[in-house]
């Protein structure tokens, strides 16, 4: 059903409608000793520590111009960190005309946008693998609004702040709202994937496969990366310093890692 931009619909009251992104992210590393991935482990928990990970929400609450009531933050011992940020609604002083475009949001220097809202949260997950030489390090983002401007538009930014080689993407519209004759609307706007939020620059670097539910307004993308130059997997050392047999063999494996989390289940 092809839905008439809100700016056009007097609604009765506050949009009621919920929109929840969720952003999950995956990093991938080789770390051939106990020692190197101890140090990735280090090296993680340090760039993206309770502080940093604040940062990045705050930038996102500027770009769909949230009023921050309060912040949670935690850095985990001995690994992973976590931040809920509680949010309220700006001042809107008139609808933004591009928050119902199917397109890329804006990086926080360009923030022209608002809308009313509820929390953000961002949790981590550094860990590796008990036998074998693979490190992996997760994010999930998650992002609750209510009211006009999807959280989609945030979606740009957090594919900006973090270094990833797989990330899964859900979108989804619940409950509904009513217009001035009580008729309930379920959702506000046009989408027809989680994609076309995603600037062209970063979906030519992508595999990219959608599983959409339209009637039930749910919405999931998962992407993983195109090229692969094992230098950007290695962990304080080149490929130079490698034999070809053992690239290789490091390359077969960082890749079997990467297909199971894209594919989510376990490969032989």
């Known amino acids: 059903m092809t839905m008439t931009p809100e700016q056009r619909i007097t609604l009765h009251g506050f949009n009621n409608l919920t929109k929840s992104l969720s952003f999950n992210m995956y990093d991938i590393c080789y770390t051939k000793t106990r020692e190197e991935r101890e140090a990735y482990i280090e090296y993680i928990d340090e760039q993206y520590n309770a502080d940093r990970l604040t940062a990045i929400l705050k930038n996102v609450s500027d770009i769909i111009e949230a009023h921050v009531l309060n912040v949670a933050q935690q850095d985990y011992v001995p690994q992973g960190a976590s931040v809920t940020m509680l949010i309220s609604e700006g001042p809107i002083v008139e609808v933004p005309t591009e928050s119902y475009d199917e397109s890329p949001g804006p990086l926080p220097d360009s923030v022209v946008m608002q809308l009313d809202k509820s929390h953000i949260t961002v949790h981590t997950y550094p860990e590796y693998h008990p036998d074998e030489e693979i490190s992996t390090f997760r994010a999930d983002i998650d992002v609750s609004t209510c009211g006009e401007i999807s959280p989609l538009k945030a979606l740009r930014y957090l594919i900006h702040s973090f270094d990833t080689d797989i990330m899964t993407i859900d979108y989804r519209v619940r409950g509904f709202t009513r217009d001035t004759n009580g008729h309930k609307l379920f959702i506000d706007h046009d989408?027809?994937?989680?994609?076309?939020?995603?600037?062209?620059?970063?979906?030519?670097?992508?595999?990219?496969?959608?599983?959409?539910?339209?009637?039930?307004?749910?919405?999931?993308?998962?992407?993983?990366?195109?090229?692969?130059?094992?230098?950007?997997?290695?962990?304080?050392?080149?490929?130079?310093?490698?034999?070809?047999?053992?690239?290789?063999?490091?390359?077969?494996?960082?890749?079997?890692?990467?297909?199971?989390?894209?594919?989510?289940?376990?490969?032989?």
């Not at 995603?198 to 999931?220: A, G, K, L, T």
């Not at 998962?222 to 950007?232: H, P, V, Y």
């Not at 077969?252 to 490969?267: H, S, V």
Request: some cysteine; proline content about 1%.
């Open 191 to 268: 989408i027809a994937s989680i994609q076309n939020y995603i600037p062209d620059e970063v979906r030519s670097q992508y595999d990219m496969i959608d599983v959409n539910v339209y009637q039930e307004n749910i919405f999931h993308t998962k992407c993983k990366l195109k090229q692969f130059d094992l230098d950007n997997y290695l962990f304080g050392y080149t490929k130079e310093s490698l034999g070809e047999n053992e690239q290789q063999n490091i390359t077969a494996r960082l890749k079997i890692e990467m297909d199971e989390i894209y594919y989510g289940k376990n490969m032989t």
